[in-house]
């Protein structure tokens, strides 16, 4: 049973846009999400979280939304620049350490 | 202030020998977990500690085990290795401060078990 999933594998943004990742999950239980930016054989670097309680949380040119109703959150990236080209993880985690985390979603930023 | 660190980066095992990874967790954080990587099962939990106590553990056999010091470094070894052992073993360590949870990934050390 997948609780986190990232259903689009990947997405090509032009520079300059904005770009949306989605991610939806089933486990009601999760106390808050995170969102995470990673390179090949490198560790997953910490952009943005958000407690279950709030509905939006920016830092900068990243913005997480949670709609606890739909079970959906989505990071939004704006302006979105070549450097943001990775993959891009979304993860839930109850009230322990333990993070479960979706599949990933590649984005790819052009000129 | 310094980040995650984790040692070796990288490791080359054969079938049937064991292995000892380091965690160094940033200052200050006392809960450290683990997490296996692998391009078929992407991200998955191992374990968590937290004050040398492990309060969580994943699906995964005995063969993966861990420890946490009390000066919060932790160990995680893995006995009779198998080839699908191979992967990126990553270990996080996490904070709340003013009701935001964050946790913080180490670069990982990368096992080939051949």
């Known amino acids: 049973d997948q609780q986190v999933k990232q259903n689009s594998p990947s997405l090509s943004v032009q520079e300059g846009r904005i770009s949306i990742l989605n991610c939806d999950y089933t486990?009601?239980?999760?106390?808050?999400f995170l969102w995470y930016k990673k390179y090949p054989a490198e560790g997953p670097t910490f952009l943005i979280s958000?407690?279950?309680?709030?509905d939006k949380n920016e830092d900068g040119r990243f913005t997480v939304f949670l709609n606890k109703s739909a079970k959906h959150l989505s990071l939004h990236i704006v302006p979105s620049q070549p450097g943001d080209s990775a993959v891009y993880f979304c993860a839930g985690g109850d009230n322990t350490d333990k993070l479960i985390f979706g599949t990933g979603t590649r984005l790819q930023v052009f000129p | 202030k310094a980040g995650v660190t984790q040692t070796p980066r990288y490791l080359i095992k054969t079938r049937g020998q064991q292995v000892t990874l380091s965690c160094s967790p940033i200052?200050?954080?006392?809960?450290v977990s683990w997490y296996q990587q692998t391009p078929g099962q992407g991200l998955q939990f191992l374990f968590e500690?937290?004050?040398?106590?492990?309060?969580n553990k994943g699906n995964f056999p005995g063969r993966f085990s861990g420890r946490q010091f009390s000066n919060s470094r932790s160990e995680m070894n893995v006995s009779t290795l198998e080839l699908g052992d191979s992967a990126l073993y990553l270990c996080a360590s996490s904070s709340t401060s003013g009701g935001v949870y964050e946790q913080y990934f180490g670069p990982g050390t990368r096992l080939t078990v051949t």
């Open positions: 200052s200050g954080h006392r809960s």
């Open positions: 486990n009601s239980m999760f106390d808050y």
């Open positions: 958000i407690s279950s309680i709030k």
């Open positions: 500690y937290f004050s040398e106590t492990q309060r």
